[in-house]
């Protein structure tokens, strides 16, 4: 990939944004562009950096601890967020390095979370990711338990929650996800949805979207080993 596609995918994707929120009669600054960087090493996402793009979006957290110290000692203002699954022997290192994490979904990970943000005195903050397919192999909390969950990630372990995160299942239309993630924000007075991807961020920005995860259509395709 030559550095200039990808800073040409990056103008297309913003414009792309804007325009979609425009549409929907949003104002374009509501909707944040996270380009998701994760596979690609750090060669590959300079030109992106250099061209003025600064929140980005990693899978795993030992890949983004190999990449973004030495790249946020070269470009400031840089803001990372983690968007895969994390384990809760992780925390300490994910608490360290994001400053946002978008997959808490389950009591031990809140629990261990708590631990190392009152530890470390850094305070990422945090989204709840939900199941909205309700489908085994994904992680996230079901659509039910999300109220109880808020409720628990604030009550006891004295987590600030800002918003929800969702993937919707690859073979549903992803409106009505995003439409049911909105309302549970809504109902629990969270301020922040991050959802829609490169095939989708339109649907999503509709639906109230306040982050986008946009990768391949910034980056071009992921190498295959990941």
């Known amino acids: 990939m030559s550095d200039n596609s990808s800073v040409e995918r990056l103008k297309h994707v913003q414009a792309s944004v804007k325009r979609s929120a425009s549409d929907y009669a949003r104002d374009p600054a509501s909707v944040t562009l996270i380009a998701v960087s994760k596979t690609f090493p750090a060669e590959d996402i300079e ?4 061209a003025g793009q600064r929140v980005f979006g990693e899978n795993y957290v030992q890949e983004a601890k190999a990449k973004w110290p030495d ?3 070269r470009y400031s203002g840089v803001e990372l967020h983690l968007i895969g699954p994390l384990q809760s022997n992780k925390a300490k290192d994910a608490v360290e ?4 994490i978008h997959t808490l979904d389950r009591p031990s990970l809140a629990e261990a979370l708590a631990k190392e943000i009152a530890k470390s005195g850094k305070t990422p903050r945090l989204l709840v990711q939900v199941n909205t397919g309700e489908e085994p192999q994904k992680g996230g909390v079901m659509p039910a338990e999300v109220d109880a969950f808020l409720a628990a990630c604030r009550s006891k372990y004295g987590l600030t929650i800002e918003g929800l995160m969702c993937i919707p299942p690859a073979e549903d239309p992803p409106s009505p996800h995003f439409a049911l993630l909105n309302t549970m924000a809504k109902r629990n007075g969270l301020r922040w949805l991050s959802m ?3 095939a989708d961020f339109d649907a999503a920005i509709q639906m109230g979207a306040t982050h986008v995860r946009v990768g391949s259509a910034i980056f ?6 990941a």
Do not use: Y
């Open 196 to 198: 829609g991807m490169s």
């Open 47 to 50: 030109p992106v950096l250099a």
């Open 97 to 100: 390095l994001f400053d946002v």
């Open 220 to 225: 071009g395709t992921r190498p295959k080993a």
């Open 71 to 73: 790249l946020r000692q």
